[in-house]
């Protein structure tokens, strides 16, 4: 008999303990009142608070990802001057709504906890209000709203009786700046987009944005994978919005502005450009 087959034979035969079976007789001998017993109790207490505030912060990011995503197709939509200072009037009333409404109150769920620990749970929330929120003061005024600014407009004064405090929504800088790098591509399709409707002016004035912002992005090292991945669609987007210009430039007073759009460039169809746009 070969000593693999006596030595199965043994473990078979012989009372054999796990580290789940010891553990589950230590439990029920521990008495209720045991200090160890309370711990893990406790323990078990704080897992679960936390799965329930992570998982209500994911359900305000969701909202807040698609009240953003609404906003920016409504900017888009906008053709002539008188609509697209209707859009840009409706754009930051739902803007303010959203601080004012989900935003205050990731501030107050993360109150008294590290916003670090719920980051991932907010951040695409973040991310596409940055998006929107830039891309409404970018058609207002020609100027993008400074990381500061934002962060000035998430403190809220909450009152509870006689008492008042401040409190913050921590926006961290680099949802900032991957909102930014997501701006590009809606700049892309503004642009585009002026060309058809016969706005030069604005295609030329999206064209120089899109390029300060990638320029301005070149100089971040260290800001994560993420970051380095939405810049290869920056750089797409800068070439796509450098195309129409050219074309504008050079065919303008030669062709009519339908044929002015520029051909799909073949890095257009990889699959691995994954800009989620605004739909």
């Given at each position: 008999m070969s000593g693999r087959g006596k030595y199965r034979g043994n473990r078979h035969r012989n009372n054999h303990q796990t580290l789940s079976t010891v553990a589950k007789e230590v439990a029920t001998s521990l008495p209720a009142?045991?200090?160890?017993?309370?711990?893990?109790?406790?323990a078990a207490l704080k897992l679960n608070d936390r799965q329930d505030r992570h998982e209500r912060l994911v359900k305000l990011s969701r909202d807040?990802?698609?009240?953003?995503?609404?906003?920016?197709?409504?900017?888009?939509?906008?053709?002539?001057?008188?609509?697209?200072?209707?859009?840009?009037?409706?754009?930051?009333?739902r803007l303010q709504k959203l601080i004012a409404g989900p935003i205050k109150s990731i501030?107050?769920?993360?109150?008294?906890?590290?916003?670090?620990?719920?980051?991932?749970?907010?951040?695409?929330?973040f991310q596409e209000f940055i998006e929107a929120r830039t891309f409404?003061?970018?058609?207002?005024s020609k100027v993008i709203i400074s990381y500061p600014e934002v962060q000035k407009e998430f403190q809220y004064e909450v009152k509870e009786g006689e008492s008042e405090r401040i409190v913050v929504t921590f926006?961290?800088?680099?949802?900032?700046?991957?909102?930014?790098?997501?701006?590009t591509g809606?700049?892309?399709?503004?642009?585009?987009?002026?060309?058809?409707?016969?706005?030069?002016?604005?295609?030329?004035?999206?064209?120089?944005?899109?390029?300060?912002?990638?320029?301005?992005?070149?100089?971040?090292?260290?800001?994560?994978?993420?970051?380095?991945?939405?810049?290869?669609v920056t750089r797409n987007n800068v070439g796509k919005v450098e195309a129409a210009v050219y074309a504008?430039?050079?065919?303008?007073?030669?062709?009519?502005?339908?044929?002015?759009?520029?051909?799909?460039?073949?890095?257009?169809?990889?699959?691995?450009?994954?800009?989620?746009?605004?739909?």
């Open positions: 009142d045991s200090p160890v017993l309370a711990m893990f109790k406790d807040i990802t698609i009240e953003s995503k609404r906003i920016i197709f409504l900017l888009h939509s906008a053709i002539t001057e008188e609509s697209t200072e209707k859009a840009v009037k409706e754009a930051n009333e501030g107050l769920e993360l109150e008294n906890h590290p916003a670090y620990l719920y980051s991932r749970a907010v951040t695409a929330g409404c003061s970018l058609m207002e926006l961290p800088q680099t949802d900032y700046i991957l909102g930014l790098a997501d701006l809606e700049l892309m399709r503004k642009a585009i987009n002026s060309i058809s409707s016969g706005d030069s002016q604005e295609c030329f004035h999206a064209c120089q944005v899109v390029r300060e912002l990638y320029t301005g992005s070149l100089g971040l090292f260290g800001m994560g994978k993420e970051l380095a991945r939405k810049m290869t504008l430039r050079v065919r303008g007073g030669e062709a009519p502005p339908l044929l002015l759009l520029p051909a799909k460039p073949e890095w257009e169809a990889d699959p691995r450009d994954d800009d989620e746009g605004y739909y």
